[in-house]
């Protein structure tokens, strides 16, 4: 096995939020709570949903914790299609452009004026495996799927931090389309 293998996790639609918006959407001081850890050290997924209303259709979605600095919702492109956005394939945080929408909860709403985005598929990654790959921060490179449904994913963005765990991650689009049905799915990267 090549010593480029890395592992793939599906991301499904969610939300990040500010503390301001929780405490709207929720009520003044509420406390996250924590449903499961995710692979990336501190972050989880939490038992509470918000309905994101879209042009077409609404939709629940999960929050992720722990609070941001900006509140970010992300989608497939189906889920964009779904719902009738307009949204734009962008690095997560980069959100200048970026659709708008409206949040609900059940003690009040927000009216975002943008946020709502594709996330463009990517590989958080410690320094130290990006020295021992040779590869650096925003660095574009190929990722190999191999299985039923062997493919390769192009135009994956490196990001380096020493916050990260190696991981890859894309949406269930593309999840789908590799074939990947599993948790333990790897990837070579070229």
């Known amino acids: 096995m090549s010593d480029r293998m890395i592992q793939i996790e599906g991301s499904g639609k969610h939300c990040h939020v500010k503390r301001e918006t929780l405490d709207i959407l929720f009520g003044e001081g509420f406390e996250m709570e924590i449903k499961s850890m995710l692979s990336q050290p501190g972050q989880y997924a939490t038992p509470h949903k918000v309905t994101l209303v879209g042009p077409r259709r609404s939709a629940e979605v999960t929050i992720l914790g722990p609070c941001r600095k900006a509140d970010q919702v992300e989608i497939s492109r189906t889920d964009a299609t779904l719902l009738g956005f307009v949204a734009p394939l962008c690095e997560s945080g980069e959100l200048a452009g ?37 590869l650096e921060d925003k660095q ?4 190999k799927i191999n299985g039923e449904r062997a493919l390769i994913f192009d135009e994956v963005v490196v990001r380096v931090s020493p916050d990260f765990a190696t991981f890859m991650h894309v949406d269930y689009d593309e999840l789908n389309a590799a074939a990947i049905t599993h948790d333990n799915a790897k990837g070579e990267i070229l």
């Open 140 to 143: 574009i490179v190929k990722v």
């Open 98 to 134: 970026s659709t708008g929408c409206t949040l609900i909860g059940p003690k009040g709403e927000v009216v975002l004026n943008e946020g709502v985005m594709i996330a463009k598929r990517h590989i958080h990654m410690t320094p130290e495996d990006a020295d021992r790959l040779d």
